[in-house]
């Protein structure tokens, strides 16, 4: 290999491993990539029906500052739990934020009035 092409191959690898984003505070995605949270965020404001600044300072996802994030940690737990423990019969579907939310952050928990 010619010294500047492995010169060049050395930077775009320093590059690449010095810009690579590392998510600084997970307490329950542990060993998915930021790549991956990134696209479970997608699916989960898609089932709440918001914006990523509902639970998130976008300078800084790392922080707990939004009440939402706290809760939105523990539906995920719960999420989680209940496929692991109930949603765990012979060709079960996996439920996720959007099962119950279906695109609205808050739920329709009571039946329609009658007329
Ligand atoms: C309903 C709330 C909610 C929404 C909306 C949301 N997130 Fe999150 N996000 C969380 C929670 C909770 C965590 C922490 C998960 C954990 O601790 O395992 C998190 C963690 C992250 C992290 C990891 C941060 C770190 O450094 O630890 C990134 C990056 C992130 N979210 C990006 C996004 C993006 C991009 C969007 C919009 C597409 C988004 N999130 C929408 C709740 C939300
Ligand atoms: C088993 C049903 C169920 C599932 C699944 C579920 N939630 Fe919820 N969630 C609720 C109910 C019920 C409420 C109370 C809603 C209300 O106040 O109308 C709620 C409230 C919330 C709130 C607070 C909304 C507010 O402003 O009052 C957030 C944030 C939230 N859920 C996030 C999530 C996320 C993120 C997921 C997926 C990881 C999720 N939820 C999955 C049932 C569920």
């Known amino acids: 290999m010619s010294k500047a092409l492995s010169t ?4 775009a690898i320093l590059t690449t491993s010095l810009f690579a984003e590392e998510p600084k505070n997970i307490k329950l995605l542990k060993g998915m990539s930021y790549d991956e949270i990134k696209l479970f965020m997608k699916q989960v404001s ?17 922080s707990d500052e939004k009440e939402d994030k706290k809760i939105a940690l ?9 496929n692991a423990n109930v949603f765990n019969y012979k060709d079960a579907p996996k439920i996720t934020c959007y099962t119950c939310h279906a695109g609205n952050k808050k739920t329709t928990n009571e039946p329609p009035k009658k007329q």
């Open 46 to 62: 898609t089932g709440l029906g918001v914006k990523c600044q509902e639970c998130h300072n976008t300078k800084n996802f790392s």
């Open 74 to 82: 523990e539906m995920m737990k719960m999420v989680q739990g209940l």
């Open 8 to 11: 060049i191959l050395f930077l």
